[in-house]
């Protein structure tokens, strides 16, 4: 059974930043691609940026040049740095794999705000 935990969420000031963690259980993880989705108010979940196995990274456009996604497959952890934050970045947070989400976990909410 796989599980998601995502933390590291909280409130900024514009232009602040957060490091979102996402601890994964089961083994399962460590060979697939992962990736961060987030969910604004009355939006869409859109996924913002995933990393291969390998350590490839995507990033949405929104978001390019600001965040990082990186893995630590040993620690099974996936994380979102995440820079010059803007108040459009504000929604609930997720991990899960790519391009098939399939284990929600029960997010983490940023909200950027002065």
């Known amino acids: 059974q796989v599980q998601l935990v995502e933390s590291g969420g909280g409130l900024v000031q514009p232009g602040g930043s957060l490091r979102l963690s996402c601890a994964a259980s089961g083994s399962t993880l460590r060979i697939a691609a992962m990736g961060w989705y987030r969910q604004a108010p009355g939006k869409q979940r859109e996924l913002v940026a995933s990393?291969?196995?390998?350590?490839?990274?995507n990033y949405a456009d929104s978001v390019k040049g600001r965040f990082t996604i990186s893995r630590d497959n040993a620690q099974n952890t996936v994380y979102l740095q995440m820079n010059s934050l803007k108040p459009e970045d504000t929604a609930v947070y997720y991990c899960d794999t790519v391009p098939v989400p399939s284990y929600w976990g029960q997010g983490t909410q940023v909200t950027v705000s002065s």
């Open positions: 990393i291969t196995i390998r350590g490839s990274t």
